[in-house]
């Protein structure tokens, strides 16, 4: 499952990981941690004091992995549609749902402060970096001077979010796919 070379943290933070995505914090105990990771109790308490110190850890990682491949789209080459069109049409595993998206529907998580704040910031960085996007087009003429860059960023991020739980709903990507083209085509600049 994992490679050889891969620390015993390593191991735990990436298998928390990925239970987190399928199960959710409430369905991911220790006991699974430890035998998805191969490590044994004594090892997980040892690097960390417990399940909630785990699961940040895990949950600041992929926070960090969807903010990096998020800006890789957002600063590739182009006009601002290109950048939107780019991080929008990235490949995704679409009926997987987004794994930090999908912390936000879990009570446990939403519930503390300390595992919430990766999600809020991470969320809000992405918001917030959509509106510089945006900004810049409707700056350059290239979107018109009447969108709000905030609630156009909102708009992406909804749509992105709320595409992955029809997707997840219907057990098609479809659902996502129309979203995107739909928000593609009203954002498209007028020629």
């Not at 006991?31 to 600041?60: C, E, N, V, W």
């Not at 998020?70 to 006009?79: D, Q, T, W, Y």
């Not at 549609?81 to 929008?88: F, G, K, M």
């Not at 810049?136 to 001077?145: M, P």
Request: aromatic share 6%; with cysteine.
């Amino acid at each position: 499952m994992y490679i050889h070379g891969m620390s015993t943290p390593e191991r735990l933070i990436e298998s928390t990981r990925e239970l987190l995505w399928e199960r959710g914090y409430v369905g991911t105990s220790p006991k699974a941690i430890q035998q998805h990771a191969g490590a044994g109790q004594g090892s997980m308490y040892h690097h960390f004091t417990g399940k909630p110190d785990l699961a940040l850890a895990a949950i600041r990682r992929t926070a960090e992995e969807m903010r990096a491949t998020a800006e890789a789209s957002l600063a590739g080459a182009g006009s601002a549609y290109d950048r939107v069109a780019s991080y929008l049409l990235r490949e995704r595993d679409v009926l997987r749902g987004c794994p930090v998206g999908r912390l936000t529907m879990d009570p446990d998580v939403i519930a503390s402060d300390e595992l919430r704040a990766p999600v809020t910031e991470t969320l809000e960085w992405l918001r917030g970096r959509l509106a510089e996007i945006v900004q810049e087009g409707v700056d350059q003429g290239e979107f018109s001077a009447s969108l709000d860059a905030g609630d156009i960023a909102s708009t992406v991020v909804s749509t992105v979010q709320g595409g992955y739980v029809l997707a997840r709903a219907t057990g098609s990507p479809e659902a996502f796919d129309a979203g995107v083209r739909g928000l593609l085509a009203l954002l498209a600049p007028r020629a």
